[in-house]
């Protein structure tokens, strides 16, 4: 995507632009450690990020009504935990998209997988959204919607997707929120076989983000900025005796033990 002067590249949805924070990931001991900027690539408007001064960790990417980005890991994997502290767009956000999500390398529509965090801006004084949504073989609608309980643009907090053969299960500072369940007896399509990407942007959406698209992105306030940091990987591990997560056995309660019931939205 092309946004006035600005090589905007976006793999997805239509963007305006973006500011990202992430910083060294340091887990323990199956946990990939890399250095921020050794493990992302800016995937398109390579003009609108930059690391903040003090801290090169730390990855700040903006946006205003000219040209946006986003970012892609280097690596791809297939059923891990993913982890990164956000800080999201303070005051008036309304109109704006921060994201945090899973997605393959180019591949036909058709064959499409993809699991989103998408942080939905706000007017002053309302609360962020958060929008989650599955995709498999290019069809979502799987969207769920959670209002935040605190103010997310003060301080940064963790955002956490768990894919596993089982579930896929959103995370907020540890809590699960929602499971998404490998549930082949009803029908419900899962993605099992595509490695993706972890990727990031910041991007306008008043057509819709805020209240339905009724209340627009004040571009006065721009340029907006959205931080990541401490971008974690921690690969699936599977019951004793098993090699791999993608051999669990079927009847395997295993991952069932990842979820609080008491703090979990099932879905």
């Known amino acids: 995507m092309e946004l006035s002067s600005c090589s905007c590249k976006h793999r ?76 999201l767009v303070a005051n008036n956000s309304a109109g704006t998209v921060t994201t945090f999500y899973l997605m393959p390398d180019d591949v036909p529509w058709e064959y499409h997988d993809e699991v989103d965090m998408e942080f939905l801006g706000s007017s002053t004084g309302e609360p962020y959204t958060l929008h989650t949504n599955v995709y498999v073989n290019g069809v979502g609608s799987r969207e769920q919607q959670f209002k935040l309980w605190f103010d997310p643009a003060e301080d940064f907090h963790t955002y ?20 998404y369940k490998n549930d ?16 990031g942007s910041l991007w ?19 340029p907006f900025y959205a931080y990541y940091r401490n971008y974690r990987v921690t690969p699936c591990v599977p019951s004793p005796g098993v090699a791999w997560c993608g051999d669990e056995p079927a009847e395997s309660t295993w991952f069932d033990q990842r979820l609080d019931a008491a703090a979990l939205h099932k879905v």
């Open 184 to 199: 082949p007896a009803r029908g419900v399509p899962f993605p099992t076989w595509q490695s993706m990407h972890v990727e």
């Open 12 to 87: 997805g949805t239509p963007v305006l632009a973006l500011l990202l924070v992430m910083s060294s990931s340091m887990l323990a001991a199956r946990t990939a450690v890399a250095m921020l900027y050794d493990d992302i690539e800016i995937s398109w408007g390579a003009d609108s990020f930059f690391y903040m001064d003090g801290d090169v960790d730390t990855l700040a990417l903006g946006l205003d009504h000219t040209c946006g980005s986003g970012f892609s890991s280097k690596q791809t994997y297939l059923y891990a935990r993913f982890d990164m502290d956000i800080k």
């Open 160 to 179: 956490s997707i768990e894919w596993n053969p089982k579930y896929i299960i959103f995370l907020v500072d540890g809590t699960p929120i929602r499971a």
């Open 204 to 222: 306008n959406a008043d057509g819709w983000a805020t209240q339905g698209g009724r209340v627009k992105t004040d571009w006065t306030q721009a």
